[in-house]
């Protein structure tokens, strides 16, 4: 990888982390690199990097057995560069839980994240999660053990429940 795409990546993470920029808009965003000298190939080479890193991290053995987490393989999915910054900080923590309490499964949890980056220009916060999970979850009593186990979740079914008739 040449210094150029080096380059690249630091811009985006300090944008991205430390400037609090969101990047709503791609082409403006390439256009003020190759303003800065940089070639389509080298910034094409450089989000692929950034973009395309997701990975699954198992949890040591000795972890599974000093946590209260009764699981036979415990998988945490490590959100990429791209997901952290779709997902609010409360949202990550769920998807965190559901995974840890072996309440969704992989292939969900997948089609959940993919659904969600479609939502354009907007943080998914715990109420469009909620929307998301239960387009994805067809199963109403699964539903129901998530919200008894995810208490971000009750208090979305309370706010719902007291404008039913």
Not at 118 to 144: A, C, M, P, S
């Amino acid at each position: 990888m040449n210094q150029n795409i080096f380059e690249i990546i630091s811009q985006l993470v300090r944008r991205l982390l430390y400037d609090g920029d969101v990047i709503r808009d791609e082409e403006r965003l390439i256009n003020s690199l190759r303003d800065e000298g940089y070639d389509l190939d080298e910034i094409n080479q450089a989000f692929e990097f950034i973009f395309s890193s997701s990975e699954i991290i198992d949890l040591p053995e000795k972890e599974q057995k000093r946590n209260k987490v009764k699981v036979n393989k415990f998988r945490q999915r490590v959100l990429d560069f791209r997901e952290r910054f779709k997902f609010s900080l409360e949202v990550q923590g769920i998807i965190i839980k559901l995974n840890t309490l072996n309440l969704i499964k992989e292939e969900e949890l997948e089609r959940i994240i993919a659904r969600s980056l479609v939502e354009q220009d907007k943080v998914i916060g715990i109420t469009e999660f909620w929307d998301i999970l239960e387009e994805v979850i067809d199963n109403d009593l699964r539903l129901l053990a998530i919200t008894n186990q995810i208490n971000e979740f009750q208090e979305i079914i309370d706010t719902e429940d007291k404008y039913l008739n």
